[in-house]
């Protein structure tokens, strides 16, 4: 299914373990099977494939957690 308004954000979700601790709070907050965070790209891409406008949520949130996030 192509979403035209897909974002994406660069990270430092580095791995299997980092997208684990952080899964429980982007199911949340885009839902589950709405996003993915690519490792092997040298920026760990988080891609979002849903309507979303809570941009600074999303951020903050993956803060919490230690993560960094910025909208690419």
Known sequence: MEVDNQQKYETTINCGSCIAKVKPSLDELVGE????????????????????????????????LGYAANKI
Do not use: M, P
């Open 33 to 64: 099977g709405n996003w993915e965070v690519d490792t092997s790209d040298s920026k760990k891409i988080l891609s979002i494939h849903a309507d979303f406008d809570e941009e600074q949520t999303l951020i903050l949130k993956l803060a919490e």
